[in-house]
């Protein structure tokens, strides 16, 4: 009887540590958990069709540059006027690198002088105006593969450059990781509504501060999620200018229903200023 009980004892706690094991392997990221919120049929709603919008510019093109995993992606590049080590790497929202994410673009090149900027990809060439095919985009990215993409885009401005990066819902949590994988070459990092890394430990890597523009309104990157990144930034011993506003997710894009000016304009104008001082 008392080998039968230990044989059980055994098995039920070799079952408990099996459960244990698969849970801490089967932990999502902080951008996998962003990306299965296009499951939710209320955040896909909260991205109605952009208006209608054709942009031309005459100093961006597209480029291609070689990636670690063998293959290329695809970018639009800004080049500053005179030669400098200075980068923005800018990361799509929930449609992709679309006119509006280039318009964007173009407005903050020209705003702060002379800097490059490259818009990644992380859809692999694909963007839409259709909101349930942008959740299915947003959850098709491989984390491997956009980590390939960032990583061939640091590689390309160099290893002599100055990395900043910046990106709206998607790509603010994007942002964030750009700035992680950056090293130390990273000298700032813009977050737009993003999903925040949580694990104190990598936060402890980052080699700069973090400026986050946040609504309050937001029923995913809540006042909650926003609390604990600013508790998890301090445990890490990381600045964080945070700045939130009477606002929904996305009011800072301009072709949506939550689109608003008042913080927009505020965000913009600490963004701005921040990404002054650190691209001298």
Not at 24 to 38: G, H, I, N, P, R
Not at 114 to 129: C, E, F, M, P
Request: glycine share 8%.
């Amino acid at each position: 009887m008392k080998k039968l009980f230990l044989f059980a004892l055994l098995i039920s706690c070799g079952g408990f540590a099996f459960s244990q094991s698969k849970m801490a392997c089967c932990k999502q990221s902080a951008t996998e958990q962003f990306a299965m919120l296009a499951s939710n049929k209320k955040f896909v709603m909260s991205h109605p069709k952009p208006l209608p919008i054709h942009f031309q510019s005459s100093i961006g093109k597209a480029i291609t540059y070689t990636t670690p995993d063998g293959k290329t992606a695809d970018a639009y590049e800004l080049k500053a006027k005179t030669p400098t080590n200075n980068y923005l790497l800018v990361v799509h929202e929930y449609f992709g690198l679309n006119d509006y994410v280039k318009r964007e673009s173009e407005r903050i090149y020209n705003a702060l002088g002379n800097v490059n900027i490259i818009d990644l990809d992380l859809y692999d060439g694909k963007s839409t105006d259709d909101r349930a095919e942008a959740g299915k985009l947003m959850q098709a990215v491989k984390e491997d593969r956009a980590i390939a993409i960032i990583k061939g885009a640091i590689a390309y401005a160099g290893p002599k450059a100055h990395i900043a990066t910046l990106g709206w819902c998607f790509g603010g949590g994007w942002s964030l990781q750009t700035a992680l994988l950056a090293g130390d070459q990273t000298v700032a990092c813009v977050m737009y509504y993003g999903m925040p890394e949580q694990d104190v430990n990598r936060l402890k890597t980052l080699h700069s501060d973090v400026l986050g523009n946040f609504g309050n309104k937001d029923q995913w990157i809540n006042t909650k999620v926003v609390a604990k990144f600013a508790d998890d930034m301090k445990a890490a011993g990381k600045k964080l200018y945070l700045h939130q506003y009477d606002a929904d997710h996305a009011f800072a894009n301009p072709s949506g229903p939550n689109s608003n000016p008042t913080a927009t304009a505020d965000a913009n104008k600490n963004t701005l200023a921040y990404l002054k001082a650190r691209l001298k």
